[in-house]
């Protein structure tokens, strides 16, 4: 739905914002790699999306990957 299009593309917008205010960060605090934690972090929930999105249309993946994707949903779960 068009709610859901505009919800997901706002926080695609919130999470580019934050990537280019820790590059606009990042050279005045030089003793803390602000920029490189908020890529990975950023990395890591994507690729975590996309696994949780394959499994769900049936792409076969490693029983210990869908379990440690099942843990992560139970505790978003958890969280709302």
């Given amino acids: 739905s068009s709610t859901v299009s ?3 593309m706002s926080k695609k917008v919130a ?5 280019a205010l820790s590059a606009v960060m990042s050279p005045h605090m030089p003793e803390i ?3 490189k934690i908020t ?13 949780e999105n394959a499994a769900r249309i049936g792409i076969p993946l490693p029983p210990s990957l869908v379990e440690a994707l099942s843990k992560v949903e139970k505790g978003e779960a958890e969280r709302r």
Avoid at 15 to 19: A, G, H, S
Avoid at 42 to 51: H, V, W
Wanted: aromatic share 12%; no cysteine; proline share 4%.
């Fill in 33 to 35: 790699p602000i920029l």
């Fill in 6 to 8: 505009w919800k997901g």
């Fill in 15 to 19: 999470e580019l914002l934050m990537v």
């Fill in 39 to 51: 890529i990975g972090f950023y990395s890591i929930t994507e690729a975590l999306s996309i696994l």
